[in-house]
C-alpha cells in the first residue's frame, strides 16, 4: 500500500514537473466555427511539449473571439504523452435582427449601422458597439433621451430583438444653476456654448461633449478669478418639456496675490524678471496668468540656451492670499552636436536641413526651433514636423527633425470660382511645389516650385508657366522664369500681354534682395473712354524690378506676429515703349492679443509720370479687396464720363481683428479700411470702409477665399452703401 502511494505521487509530480509532449488535441461542441479556425486562435499545439499556462491564455482567447459561451478542457495522460480535449459550447447564430420602437431611423439604417448582420454569430461586445453607434446616431438627431436594450430568443439559432424607446425629440429648456454666489447666472450661462432653447433664435441643442467643455469654462472661468478651490458638478434630466441641465457649484474661497518672490539660480536681473510675470501684488489671483508667468519665464531663458530650464511654481497660502515663489533651475546651455533628420522619404535632407536654423556648434534656442519649425511648415510638404533636442553630455545636443511628408505634393486643380473683381472664371492648374528637375521620373524631392495655369473667365483669360529654384547651387538664391499671356476684357477697355521674365535674387535671416528682368508686348484696344482711345494698339515694355524686403514674422503662411516691409521699384526704360519709374511700398504688421491678432496693412504707390503719358493699364486702380473695401472694384479715382482713368498715386490703410475660427485656416475679420487713388498727390479725400467677413487660407493655392460685406461711409452720390466682396479659387 505504501509503495503504491509513492507511486502514484511520482507519476502526479512526474506529470507537472516533467514536460510531457502533447499527442492529439481534439476539439468537441464546435458546429458552426470549424475545427481548423479553432486550432489557428490556439498556441497549444499537438507535437509541443505541455503548459497548462500557455492553456489557460488559449481559454481565454477563445473567448475573446466571442464565439462561445463556454470553453473547457480536459487532460488524458498516457504513457507517451497527453491527449487535451477542448469543449466549447457556441453562442447562437442570429437568425433574425428586429428593431422595435423605431420612428426617426429606418430600419433599412439601423441595420446599416448596428454591428452584427443576420447570419453571424452573436456576440455580446458587437451588440453592445452596435447599439452605441445606434444611440450616437439619435443623439445627432436631438433624442438625447432615448433608452435601448436587447432580447435574445432561442438556443442554436436566435432572434435578436433592438428595442428603442426614443423618448421624443428634446431641447434644453432650462439651465439652473445652485451655489454661485459671486458671479450671475447670466454671466455663467454667457460661458457656455449649450443655450437654452428660445426659437427662432436658439435651438437649445444638447450635445453631452459640449456640455463637460462648458463645465471646464466655468471652472477654468473661477480659477482665472481667483477661486483656486472651486467644484463644479452637473445633473442632465430628461423631462416632458425638455432637458433641464443643472450645474452646482461649491466656490470655495477667494484668493488674491501677495508677495512674489525668485528663487535659484536666477542669472538674470531681478527687473528682468519682474517683467515677466503677470500677477501683481493686491490682484486676485489667476491661475491662467500664472501659467503664463510660468511659461513666459521658460521663454526667457530657453530663448538664451538654457532649454532644460525647470521652474518650479511654489505657492503659500496666508488666508485669503497666496504668497509665489518661482524656484528656477536654468540647466546649462546647450550647444548644437549634429542635426538629424528622420522620416523624410522623397524630400532630400539638405531640402529640410537649408530650413533648419541650427548649426553644429550654434546655441540651441527656444527661437531658432520654433522659427524652424515655421521655415518647414511654410513649405508645405509635410504633415507632421517634430523638431526636439536629443542631450548629449557636456553641454551638447543633437537637434533630431522627423518629418512625416504628404502623400501629395502635387495638385492637378480643374475647378472654377468668382471674384469681384474678375467675375467667374474657369482654371486648370498643375504644380508641384516638392519638384526636382534632376530627379526623373518622379521628378520630387528638390525643394523646386513648378507650375502650368490655364484661366478662362468673363473678365480674364490667362495662360502661366513659371519654375523656381529657391537654393541655387545650394546658396539661399531663388532664380525662376514665368512665361505668360494675360487677356484681360474689361468694360471699357482690353488688353493682351504677352511675355517673359527672369527672376533672381538673395535671402538672408531677414532680408531679401531681389531683381525681376521682364519684356512683354501689350495689345490696348476695345477702349470706350475718349481720352484714352489715342493709347490704342501695341507696345513694348521692358523692364528691371528691384525688391528689398525685410521680414520678422513668426510664419510667411500663417503669420500671427511681426513685421514685413516690401519696397519695390521698377523702371521701364530698357529699350522699347514705355520709360516710367514706378516705386511701391507695403507694409504688413500683426500683434497677437489674447485670442485676437490685429493685423495692420500700408500700401502707396507712385508713377513718376503726367497722367496721359501713363498707359491705363499700367495706372493704378482702387476699391475693393486689397485697398478699400465697402466701394466697388476699379471704382475709385478719377473718372471721365463715368470711366474710371485709374491714377499716378495710390494710397490705402486697412487695419483688421482676426479671430481663428479653426485653427490658422479660417479667420472671422473685422476691418475698416481707407484710402484712395490721385492724379496728383492728396489726402484730402480718403474712401473710409468698415465691415466684416471671412478668410480661408488654402496653403497649396498661395492666396486666400476671402468673403467680406463692406459697407462704404464716405460713397458719392449715387453710389451703393454696402456691398459683398469675393475672392476664390477653388478646385473641384
Same mark, same amino acid.
Given at each position: 500500500?505504501?509503495?503504491?502511494?509513492?507511486?502514484?505521487?511520482?507519476?502526479?509530480?512526474?506529470?507537472?514537473?516533467?514536460?510531457?509532449?502533447?499527442?492529439?488535441?481534439?476539439?468537441?461542441?464546435?458546429?458552426?466555427?470549424?475545427?481548423?479556425?479553432?486550432?489557428?486562435?490556439?498556441?497549444?499545439?499537438?507535437?509541443?511539449?505541455?503548459?497548462?499556462?500557455?492553456?489557460?491564455?488559449?481559454?481565454?482567447?477563445?473567448?475573446?473571439?466571442?464565439?462561445?459561451?463556454?470553453?473547457?478542457?480536459?487532460?488524458?495522460?498516457?504513457?507517451?504523452?497527453?491527449?487535451?480535449?477542448?469543449?466549447?459550447?457556441?453562442?447562437?447564430?442570429?437568425?433574425?435582427?428586429?428593431?422595435?420602437?423605431?420612428?426617426?431611423?429606418?430600419?433599412?439604417?439601423?441595420?446599416?449601422?448596428?454591428?452584427?448582420?443576420?447570419?453571424?454569430?452573436?456576440?455580446?461586445?458587437?451588440?453592445?458597439?452596435?447599439?452605441?453607434?445606434?444611440?450616437?446616431?439619435?443623439?445627432?438627431?436631438? !433624442?438625447?433621451?432615448?433608452?435601448?436594450?436587447?432580447?435574445?430568443?432561442?438556443?442554436?439559432?436566435?432572434?435578436?430583438?433592438?428595442?428603442?424607446?426614443?423618448?421624443?425629440?428634446?431641447?434644453?429648456?432650462?439651465?439652473?444653476?445652485?451655489?454661485?454666489?459671486?458671479?450671475?447666472?447670466?454671466?455663467?450661462?454667457?460661458?457656455?456654448?449649450?443655450?437654452?432653447?428660445?426659437?427662432?433664435?436658439?435651438?437649445?441643442?444638447?450635445?453631452?461633449?459640449?456640455?463637460?467643455?462648458?463645465?471646464?469654462?466655468?471652472?477654468?472661468?473661477?480659477?482665472?478669478?481667483?477661486?483656486?478651490?472651486?467644484?463644479?458638478?452637473?445633473?442632465?434630466?430628461?423631462?416632458?418639456?425638455?432637458?433641464?441641465?443643472?450645474?452646482?457649484?461649491?466656490?470655495?474661497?477667494?484668493?488674491?496675490?501677495?508677495?512674489?518672490?525668485?528663487?535659484?539660480?536666477?542669472?538674470?536681473?531681478?527687473?528682468?524678471?519682474?517683467?515677466?510675470?503677470?500677477?501683481?501684488?493686491?490682484?486676485?489671483?489667476?491661475?491662467?496668468?500664472?501659467?503664463?508667468?510660468?511659461?513666459?519665464?521658460?521663454?526667457?531663458?530657453?530663448?538664451?540656451?538654457?532649454?532644460?530650464?525647470?521652474?518650479?511654481?511654489?505657492?503659500?497660502?496666508?488666508?485669503?492670499?497666496?504668497?509665489?515663489?518661482?524656484?528656477?533651475?536654468?540647466?546649462?546651455? !546647450?550647444?548644437?552636436?549634429?542635426?538629424?533628420?528622420?522620416? &523624410?522619404?522623397?524630400?532630400?535632407?539638405?531640402?529640410?536641413?537649408?530650413?533648419?536654423? =541650427?548649426?553644429?556648434?550654434?546655441?540651441?534656442?527656444?527661437?531658432?526651433?520654433?522659427?524652424?519649425? &515655421?521655415?518647414?511648415?511654410?513649405?508645405?510638404?509635410?504633415?507632421?514636423?517634430?523638431?526636439?533636442?536629443?542631450?548629449?553630455?557636456?553641454?551638447?545636443?543633437?537637434?533630431?527633425?522627423?518629418?512625416?511628408?504628404?502623400?501629395?505634393?502635387?495638385?492637378?486643380?480643374?475647378?472654377?470660382?468668382?471674384?469681384?473683381?474678375?467675375?467667374?472664371?474657369?482654371?486648370?492648374?498643375?504644380?508641384?511645389?516638392?519638384?526636382?528637375?534632376?530627379?526623373?521620373?518622379?521628378?520630387?524631392?528638390?525643394?523646386?516650385?513648378?507650375?502650368?495655369?490655364?484661366?478662362?473667365?468673363?473678365?480674364?483669360?490667362?495662360?502661366?508657366?513659371?519654375?523656381?529654384?529657391?537654393?541655387?547651387?545650394?546658396?539661399?538664391?531663388?532664380?525662376?522664369?514665368?512665361?505668360?499671356?494675360?487677356?484681360?476684357?474689361?468694360?471699357?477697355?482690353?488688353?493682351?500681354?504677352?511675355?517673359?521674365?527672369?527672376?533672381?535674387?538673395?535671402?538672408?535671416?531677414?532680408?531679401? =534682395?531681389?531683381?525681376?528682368?521682364?519684356?512683354?508686348?501689350?495689345?490696348?484696344?476695345?477702349?470706350?473712354?475718349?481720352?484714352?482711345?489715342?493709347?490704342?494698339?501695341?507696345?513694348?515694355?521692358?523692364?528691371?524690378?528691384?525688391?528689398?524686403?525685410?521680414?520678422?514674422?513668426?510664419?510667411?503662411?500663417?503669420?500671427?506676429?511681426?513685421?514685413?516691409?516690401?519696397?519695390?521699384?521698377? !523702371?521701364?526704360?530698357?529699350?522699347?515703349?514705355?520709360?516710367?519709374?514706378?516705386?511701391?511700398?507695403?507694409?504688413?504688421?500683426?500683434?497677437?492679443?489674447?485670442?485676437?491678432?490685429?493685423?495692420?496693412?500700408?500700401?502707396?504707390?507712385?508713377?513718376?509720370?503726367?497722367?496721359?503719358?501713363?498707359?491705363?493699364?499700367?495706372?493704378?486702380?482702387?476699391?475693393?479687396?486689397?485697398?478699400?473695401?465697402?466701394?466697388?472694384?476699379?471704382?475709385?479715382?478719377?473718372?471721365?464720363?463715368?470711366?474710371?482713368?485709374?491714377?499716378?498715386?495710390?494710397?490705402?490703410?486697412?487695419?483688421?481683428?482676426?479671430?481663428?475660427?479653426?485653427?490658422?485656416?479660417?479667420?472671422?475679420?473685422?476691418?475698416?479700411?481707407?484710402?484712395?487713388?490721385?492724379?496728383?498727390?492728396?489726402?484730402?479725400?480718403?474712401?473710409?470702409?468698415?465691415?466684416?467677413?471671412?478668410?480661408?487660407?488654402?496653403?497649396?493655392?498661395?492666396?486666400?477665399?476671402?468673403?467680406?460685406?463692406?459697407?462704404?461711409?464716405?460713397?458719392?452720390?449715387?453710389?451703393?452703401?454696402?456691398?459683398?466682396?469675393?475672392?476664390?479659387?477653388?478646385?473641384?
Amino acid at each position: 500500500m505504501k509503495r503504491r502511494k509513492i507511486l502514484l505521487v511520482f507519476l502526479i509530480l512526474n506529470f507537472y514537473i516533467f514536460p510531457a509532449p502533447i499527442l492529439k488535441v481534439t476539439i468537441t461542441g464546435n458546429r458552426n466555427v470549424s475545427e481548423d479556425k479553432i486550432l489557428t486562435i490556439i498556441k497549444t499545439k499537438e507535437g509541443t511539449e505541455f503548459d497548462e499556462k500557455i492553456l489557460r491564455d488559449d481559454i481565454i482567447n477563445l473567448f475573446k473571439t466571442g464565439y462561445f459561451k463556454d470553453v473547457r478542457y480536459t487532460i488524458e495522460k498516457k504513457e507517451e504523452g497527453i491527449e487535451l480535449i477542448i469543449q466549447v459550447k457556441e453562442n447562437p447564430v442570429i437568425e433574425k435582427i428586429i428593431f422595435q420602437g423605431n420612428r426617426a431611423l429606418k430600419t433599412k439604417k439601423l441595420k446599416d449601422i448596428f454591428a452584427l448582420k443576420e447570419g453571424e454569430i452573436l456576440n455580446q461586445e458587437k451588440v453592445f458597439d452596435g447599439i452605441k453607434k445606434i444611440k450616437e446616431n439619435y443623439y445627432k438627431l436631438g !433624442y438625447y433621451a432615448c433608452e435601448i436594450d436587447y432580447l435574445i430568443e432561442g438556443e442554436e439559432s436566435c432572434i435578436l430583438i433592438i428595442n428603442i424607446t426614443e423618448m421624443g425629440k428634446k431641447y434644453v429648456s432650462e439651465i439652473l444653476f445652485d451655489g454661485n454666489k459671486t458671479f450671475s447666472e447670466k454671466e455663467l450661462k454667457g460661458l457656455m456654448r449649450i443655450k437654452e432653447r428660445n426659437m427662432p433664435f436658439r435651438r437649445g441643442t444638447y450635445k453631452e461633449e459640449v456640455l463637460e467643455q462648458d463645465i471646464k469654462k466655468i471652472k477654468d472661468f473661477y480659477n482665472e478669478n481667483g477661486f483656486i478651490e472651486v467644484k463644479v458638478e452637473k445633473k442632465v434630466e430628461y423631462t416632458e418639456k425638455g432637458i433641464i441641465i443643472s450645474v452646482f457649484i461649491d466656490e470655495g474661497k477667494r484668493y488674491f496675490t501677495g508677495e512674489i518672490e525668485f528663487t535659484g539660480d536666477l542669472i538674470f536681473e531681478q527687473e528682468i524678471l519682474e517683467k515677466q510675470v503677470l500677477l501683481k501684488k493686491g490682484d486676485v489671483f489667476n491661475v491662467k496668468k500664472n501659467q503664463e508667468t510660468i511659461k513666459n519665464i521658460y521663454k526667457l531663458y530657453a530663448g538664451n540656451g538654457y532649454i532644460r530650464c525647470n521652474i518650479d511654481f511654489i505657492p503659500e497660502i496666508r488666508e485669503n492670499s497666496i504668497n509665489i515663489t518661482y524656484s528656477i533651475n536654468p540647466g546649462d546651455i !546647450y550647444y548644437t552636436e549634429e542635426v538629424k533628420i528622420k522620416g &523624410n522619404r522623397i524630400t532630400k535632407d539638405k531640402v529640410i536641413r537649408r530650413e533648419v536654423k =541650427l548649426e553644429p556648434g550654434d546655441k540651441i534656442t527656444e527661437d531658432k526651433i520654433r522659427k524652424s519649425f &515655421n521655415n518647414l511648415r511654410d513649405t508645405n510638404y509635410f504633415e507632421n514636423i517634430n523638431i526636439y533636442p536629443e542631450f548629449l553630455e557636456d553641454g551638447k545636443a543633437n537637434i533630431v527633425v522627423d518629418v512625416k511628408e504628404r502623400e501629395k505634393t502635387g495638385y492637378f486643380l480643374i475647378g472654377g470660382g468668382y471674384s469681384s473683381s474678375e467675375k467667374f472664371v474657369g482654371m486648370v492648374s498643375i504644380q508641384k511645389t516638392n519638384f526636382d528637375i534632376t530627379n526623373p521620373p518622379s521628378f520630387t524631392g528638390g525643394g523646386q516650385n513648378i507650375l502650368l495655369t490655364f484661366e478662362i473667365g468673363t473678365i480674364a483669360k490667362n495662360y502661366r508657366f513659371s519654375f523656381t529654384e529657391p537654393y541655387f547651387l545650394d546658396r539661399p538664391i531663388y532664380l525662376g522664369p514665368d512665361i505668360y499671356r494675360l487677356e484681360r476684357n474689361w468694360y471699357d477697355w482690353d488688353t493682351t500681354s504677352t511675355g517673359f521674365d527672369l527672376r533672381i535674387g538673395r535671402r538672408w535671416e531677414n532680408f531679401n =534682395l531681389g531683381f525681376k528682368l521682364l519684356s512683354e508686348k501689350v495689345i490696348l484696344s476695345n477702349v470706350e473712354i475718349p481720352s484714352i482711345k489715342v493709347q490704342e494698339g501695341e507696345r513694348r515694355k521692358n523692364s528691371i524690378t528691384t525688391y528689398f524686403t525685410y521680414s520678422n514674422l513668426d510664419s510667411e503662411l500663417f503669420p500671427t506676429k511681426g513685421d514685413k516691409a516690401i519696397f519695390s521699384v521698377e !523702371y521701364a526704360g530698357l529699350g522699347g515703349d514705355l520709360n516710367f519709374v514706378k516705386p511701391t511700398i507695403e507694409n504688413n504688421f500683426y500683434y497677437p492679443f489674447k485670442n485676437f491678432i490685429f493685423h495692420s496693412r500700408t500700401i502707396f504707390g507712385y508713377i513718376n509720370k503726367n497722367l496721359d503719358e501713363i498707359p491705363i493699364y499700367e495706372r493704378f486702380f482702387g476699391g475693393g479687396i486689397g485697398t478699400v473695401r465697402g466701394y466697388g472694384e476699379r471704382s475709385l479715382g478719377p473718372k471721365e464720363n463715368g470711366y474710371c482713368l485709374g491714377g499716378k498715386f495710390l494710397f490705402a490703410q486697412n487695419f483688421e481683428i482676426m479671430y481663428p475660427l479653426y485653427k490658422e485656416l479660417l479667420y472671422g475679420i473685422g476691418f475698416f479700411d481707407i484710402g484712395n487713388i490721385y492724379e496728383d498727390w492728396s489726402l484730402s479725400d480718403l474712401k473710409k470702409g468698415i465691415g466684416a467677413g471671412i478668410r480661408l487660407n488654402i496653403p497649396f493655392l498661395g492666396a486666400p477665399l476671402e468673403i467680406y460685406y463692406g459697407y462704404a461711409l464716405t460713397p458719392e452720390s449715387g453710389e451703393p452703401k454696402g456691398r459683398i466682396h469675393i475672392g476664390i479659387s477653388f478646385g473641384f
